[in-house]
Structure formats: structure tokens, C-alpha cells
């Protein structure tokens, strides 16, 4: 009669270690959480998404101002006009934050046609060769705290663009807000009237 060998070789992690790492693991996790910080990056990559939309929307007016003869700044074509009163805006309950104008041409459900019809009310398919733009663009949050205003001065064809940012890079550390050139230190301010103050 043949003999086994009736020892088991047992190969694994006891409990002990099992939980030693798991602790470990979710140590790093919450470390890793609190150093990257995912709320804030999504707010930092909604504000690079605002200077550039009105980066783009600032190119498009100034496009529209040096090549269209007689520019209509707010869809007036001629008459009264609406720049001196009113701010655009693609949200409607955001007059707060329109300088004391009156909101203009504002929804819930935003037109972002190029063709005067939009927001912005602006023709940019007079444009020769086309309009620049496919759609006007809208702020990425569209609520009554984050959104896109268009102010304008008819007279002198010149208008203004807002935003406000909400990452602590742009508000604070890098202070885009502050340094744009504008008179609104907590607004994001491009275009073509000096001093933006419009």
C-alpha cells in the first residue's frame, strides 16, 4: 500500500491582510479624491468653455461689424433700437445680473440661430461668405447664476459679452474676471465698447 501525502498546501491572503490592504486601498482613493478634486475640474472645464464661447462670439461681432454695411447691433433694423435699454440673455430670470437693463429677448428654451432669431439678435448670415458661426453658443450650466448676456451700443456699434465663472482658478488664482478690462470686477467681460462698460 502506497502512502499519500495528505498534506494540503494552502495558498492565499489570511484575513488580516485582506483587510490591511483594503484599508490601504481606500486610503488612496480618498486621498487621490481630495487632491484631484472632480467638482472643482468640472467647474474649471465649464469656465474654459465660456472664454472660449465668448471668445468665439466676440470674433463673430467683430467680423459682423467690419463687413456688414449699417450693422444692426440688436435686430432693430432702423428703428428705436433695444441696446440702449436691454441685455440679452438665452435664460430668462437673469436680470440681476444685467447691469440694471431690462432683459431682452430672453427664454427658457434659447433660439441659437445665426439669423437674427438667436439670442444674440444679430445677422450674421449678412456676413459675405456666410456666417461664422453655426449656432450661437449658450453657457454649458444655462441657469438664472451661469449664463451668457449681450449688451450693445448701436450708435457706435460697439457691444459688450458676460459671463461669470464659479472654479476657484478663474474667480480667484487666475483672476480672469478681474483682468479683462472691464468695470464689473466679478463679470467676465469681452468686446468692443471701451472700457466695457456698457
Known sequence: MIKKNTKINKRGFTLMELLIVIGVLA??????TLVLNPAELLKQ???STRISDLSTLNNALSLYVTN???PDMDGSAGAAGTCAVNCFTHISGTAANCGGRNVGASTSTPSRTVDNVGWIPVTFTDIPGGAPLSNVPVD????????????CDDTNETYELDTVFESVKYLTTNDYDGKDGGNAAAVYEVGSDPGLDI
Open 45 to 47: 472645464a465649464r469656465d
Open 140 to 151: 454649458p450650466t444655462n441657469s438664472t447664476s451661469y449664463f451668457y448676456s449681450y449688451a
Open 27 to 32: 486610503i488612496l482613493a480618498t486621498s487621490a
Open 68 to 70: 456688414v454695411s449699417s
